[in-house]
């Protein structure tokens, strides 16, 4: 544009008066390929307007939203992405499921490609530095962990190994069933809650028992279960059966309340087991899922 004494805020009209529609001798020279282009016409009544050119070549108004799916259009779906993301699972849990199937949370293996030479060992086990693969599930810890929930969720003969799980859990538990769903949770809350147990033991000095941390993932799904709406099915009765809890069934509105009561009109809630029914009910429309570290069972 210099060299053609071009101005860099000229207009498309102010150039076509200038070079009568022609491309400069330096230009054509330079880029051959300019001859192949159609000679433009300017309507000079018309309004000047900017247009956005598709990938496929046509003109259209911008906006972020056709921008967006043109940017993204080239990009395969992950195969794991119905692990993380469903409406059931829980925001945080998902953030972090989201961060472990990328290897992307800040495990010691990491820490040590930073520089640092300090000696590390898994706070689970104390036994081998905690990466990805080891703390779900290889992890002398978290191995126990998973078993417990496996076996809750009706799986057996499952990998251990990281990778093969997200692969396994991808493919064989990506429906919409309420079984398919509840895999997921399970698998969600274990990662969530074996990351926060890891956490816990190195910046809080907190340790929980293999067992203490099932419960509290028993009691995560179940909560989680209320607040479902489902259809009443088969598999639906047998998942009622095997989490020890009342889905609200869509069809005839049954649903069980008073399980939790409200302790001294605060928000913390009380897990009532069946058994010990002897409690004024108390209604709860939804569950305050970020609170659920509150609950106690008593
Ligand atoms: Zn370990």
Not at 51 to 70: A, H, I, M, P
Request: a positive charge; hydrophobic letters at 40%; one cysteine or more.
């Amino acid at each position: 544009m210099y060299d053609e004494r071009f101005r860099a805020n000229m207009i498309v009209k102010e150039w076509m008066e200038k070079s009568n529609g022609n491309w400069p001798e330096g230009w054509i020279s330079k880029f051959p390929s300019l001859l192949n282009l159609q000679k433009v016409s300017l309507d000079v009544q018309a309004k000047d307007v900017i247009k956005w050119r598709k990938k496929d070549g046509s003109l259209c108004n911008f906006s972020v939203n056709q921008t967006y799916r043109e940017l993204i259009s080239d990009e395969d779906d992950v195969e794991w992405w119905k692990v993380v993301w469903f409406s059931q699972n829980i925001p945080k849990y998902a953030f972090i499921v989201w961060l472990a199937v990328q290897n992307k949370l800040t495990t010691q293996d990491k820490i040590k490609q930073w520089g640092s030479y300090d000696v590390m060992c898994c706070a689970l086990c104390r036994k081998d530095s905690d990466a990805h693969s080891h703390l779900f599930f290889e992890c002398e810890y978290s191995k126990e962990f998973w078993g417990k929930v496996l076996e809750k969720m009706g799986v057996f003969g499952s990998t251990y190994k990281w990778n093969d799980i997200v692969a396994e859990m991808s493919r064989k538990f990506n429906r919409n069933s309420i079984k398919c769903i509840i895999r997921r949770l399970c698998f969600a809350a274990s990662v969530y809650l074996v990351w926060q147990e890891r956490n816990n033991r190195i910046f809080r000095d907190e340790i929980r028992s293999t067992e203490e941390l099932f419960k509290v993932l028993i009691d995560i799904v179940r909560m989680r279960l209320l607040s479902l709406k489902v259809k009443r099915s088969n598999v639906v009765i047998r998942a009622q059966e095997r989490w020890n809890v009342k889905l609200y069934i869509a069809d005839t509105h049954e649903r069980v309340f008073g399980k939790f009561v409200s302790l001294n009109n605060s928000r913390s809630l009380q897990w009532l087991e069946p058994c010990s029914l002897e409690f004024s009910s108390v209604r709860v429309p939804f569950l305050p899922l970020g609170r659920l570290d509150g609950l106690r069972r008593i």
